[in-house]
């Protein structure tokens, strides 16, 4: 196990990604070098003198997604991610990256029917009146349509043969290169690599047991039923091991089909609205959402809505940081910078030693010039940059407990922008952002919240030992004149909040 976590063994890997990548042209490609400043023109020119064959084929997304397929899961995951964001990197790189979100190579049907049997220990038969080749195939597993003993129709998610070995090494690959980022300078520590691989090494090993999926999606399913702006299939627990999985058939078109969003019962501004605030209320009202949502795991139902799938990659939020989301975005909402300032520093995201006044001028420079626009009419290359420089001025660092939020909402924008190029995140977004607010922080809430807080007071007094009382002025009660207002206060507080909530 020392080679999977640690350098020795991950840094050949490492180093043949490398190369492979200098070699089909995709590091730097000589298409985008006239936009590269003179240093890095500089270094791609040299680059190119060691490129192969292999970088004279296709575009650079072509040539990208052909060396991510080879170097394993983490690579993919990557290669889906940059997939959903063509307002960055172009609708043509992202195009030529899709193919990576469920249309890889296949294993062999006989291969997937034994890994069942050898998962459920039972036959196929025994569950399955018919089990058919696979529909999709992605980084880590693949999907079977089959059918029930009883009629039903039902997806069957079958891990890839010896994929935990896989993933073992992509980790440590993943590990030594947060490290040697690490070791770039103050700029690359800020985005905490060490920390961001961590988090997706967890959600990565956690993927590689699909009991745990099963769970996530019966509760996102339940989560979403609420409110509906979209929904989930039922587990069939039967069918559910560690190495499979076995779902409700969901018909319709996966939305990584381009011509899905052509039907003309698709309302795409309301289908794009509708993914942004999906993904909030799951995490600000439930704090667990849904953490993989790109196209090829989202489907377009016989209704015109959407249907996720794939859930494999679950993020959650605490109470503190569903509270911070939800006051950061009221706050963009509102323009109200200052807020939005506040709220970074309580959170403890801005060091305390910064002037919270400039903070909220940086951020009003990134905020107006975006309020209200379309996304087509956002350059979110520009605004990145704008971010990534505004938020080096400020010393604020990646939080790792973060990480998933992060990457969803920057997967789910990119995805609403590809289904609504007309579509305005801000206006999609209030209605969940306003809901939330009205509710968690109004005056019975905050109330509550004092009150829980107070137990939570009374809870640690009563575990620590008793002091030795100091020989101090003491009441005829016997208890000092600090520790009576506080127990008054508390008591007053948890009695306001019990009938208030009764």
Do not use: C
Request: glycine content about 8%.
């Amino acid at each position: 196990m020392g080679d999977l976590t640690g350098g020795v063994g991950a840094a050949p890997r490492l180093i043949a990604a490398a190369w492979t990548l200098v070699r089909a042209d995709a590091l730097a490609p000589r298409e985008i070098a006239p936009l590269l400043p003179g240093w890095a023109r500089l270094a791609s020119a040299v680059l190119r003198l060691f490129a192969g064959r292999e970088a004279r084929i296709g575009r650079p997304g072509e040539r990208l997604a052909l060396v991510l397929e080879r170097q394993g899961p983490v690579a993919i995951k990557l290669g889906q991610f940059l997939s959903t964001r063509a307002d960055i990197f172009g609708a043509a790189f992202a195009a030529d990256l899709a193919r990576l979100k469920d249309r890889l190579a296949p294993f062999s049907t006989v291969v997937a029917a034994a890994e069942v049997e050898r998962a459920l220990g039972r036959p196929v038969a025994s569950l399955f009146s018919r089990f058919d080749d696979a529909i999709g195939a992605a980084s880590l597993a693949q999907v079977h349509s089959a059918v029930l003993l009883d009629g039903r129709r039902v997806a069957v998610k079958v891990l890839r043969p010896r994929i935990e070995a896989r993933v073992a090494a992509d980790i440590a690959a993943l590990t030594l290169a947060a490290r040697v980022t690490d070791a770039l300078g103050p700029a690359a520590r800020r985005l905490e690599p060490r920390a961001f691989a961590a988090t997706i090494a967890r959600a990565l090993t956690l993927e590689l047991d699909l009991r745990f999926e099963a769970a996530g999606a019966d509760e996102l399913r339940q989560a979403m039923s609420l409110d509906r702006y979209m929904t989930a299939p039922r587990v069939v627990w039967d069918g559910v091991a560690r190495r499979v999985l076995t779902l409700e058939w969901v018909p319709g078109e996966p939305l990584s089909d381009p011509a899905a969003l052509d039907r003309p019962d698709v309302d795409r501004p309301r289908l794009a609205a509708d993914l942004i605030r999906g993904f909030l209320a799951q995490a600000m009202d439930h704090g667990v959402f849904h953490a993989d949502l790109h196209e090829g795991n989202l489907f377009i139902d016989a209704a015109g809505r959407l249907v996720a799938v794939d859930f494999g990659i679950v993020g959650r939020l605490g109470p503190g940081e569903r509270r911070y989301l939800a006051e950061i975005l009221w706050g963009f909402l509102n323009r109200d910078y200052v807020r939005v300032a506040d709220v970074h520093f309580r959170a403890g995201y801005v060091p305390a030693g910064h002037d919270r006044a400039a903070f909220a001028q940086a951020l009003r420079a990134v905020g107006e010039p975006i309020f209200g626009r379309a996304a087509a009419d956002v350059s979110m290359n520009r605004l990145l940059t704008q971010l990534f420089e505004i938020t080096g001025l400020f010393d604020m660092r990646l939080r790792p407990e973060l990480v998933l939020l992060q990457k969803t909402m920057v997967t789910v924008e990119g995805v609403a922008r590809r289904v609504d190029p007309g579509l305005d995140i801000w206006r999609a977004a209030e209605p969940v952002v306003r809901r939330w607010i009205a509710r968690e922080l109004s005056p019975v809430n905050r109330i509550r919240d004092l009150g829980e807080q107070a137990r939570d007071v009374l809870a640690r007094l009563a575990a620590e030992p008793a002091p030795t009382p100091p020989p101090a002025v003491v009441t005829k009660s016997g208890l000092d004149g600090a520790s009576f207002t506080l127990g008054i206060l508390t008591a007053a507080l948890a009695f306001a909040a019990a009938w208030l909530l009764r």
